[in-house]
């Protein structure tokens, strides 16, 4: 076999395995929830206030809110999920100087009794978050396809 032949389909080789591997990604993203129970509904600019968090807080990835549209959640009747990009990214969120602003505001509209608590937060780590890597799909294709061409090359 000549060496030429051989180093093209060992770089190839190596390519496919490495393809392989990355064909899926995965990352350990953390979901913060907090419900909140409400003394009125929010309206559009302190719904988007809420929303600017999402360029002003490092790690956070998304953030979504909105008001209760069923009875199921009992007597809370506002939600914000937020996406971080990891659990050190929440555990900072929680003292970041914008959390601690967004806190000060809606504190005073939340129902305060002995009924039910105002806020109920909870965080989890979304693991394994597999995302399919269509890179690497093509650098696989594409090894696959120079193998089986220097292959076929060689026997004819």
Do not use: Q
């Not at 093209?8 to 080789?13: F, K, L, M, Q, Y």
């Not at 009794?113 to 937060?121: E, G, I, T, Y």
Request: hydrophobic share 45%; aromatic share 8%; glycine share 6%.
């Amino acid at each position: 076999m000549h060496a030429a032949s051989t180093a093209a389909i060992a770089t190839a080789a190596a390519a496919a395995v490495v393809g392989t591997a990355s064909l899926m990604t995965s990352k350990s993203e953390v979901t913060h929830v907090a419900l909140f129970r409400l003394s009125r509904p929010l309206n559009d600019d302190e719904i988007a206030r809420i929303h600017t968090l999402a360029a002003l807080v490092p790690g956070m990835i998304s953030i979504r809110c909105g008001p209760n549209y069923t009875d199921r959640a009992g007597k809370f009747n506002f939600c914000i999920t937020i996406r971080f990009e990891s659990r050190s990214a929440e555990e900072a969120f929680r003292t970041d100087p914008h959390h601690e602003e967004g806190k000060a505001w809606m504190r005073p509209l939340m129902v305060m009794d002995a009924d039910s608590p105002p806020l109920l937060v909870f965080d989890f780590i979304d693991k394994p978050n597999k995302s399919f890597n269509w890179g690497a799909l093509c650098l696989l294709s594409a090894s696959a396809g120079i193998v089986l061409g220097l292959a076929t090359a060689r026997r004819g």
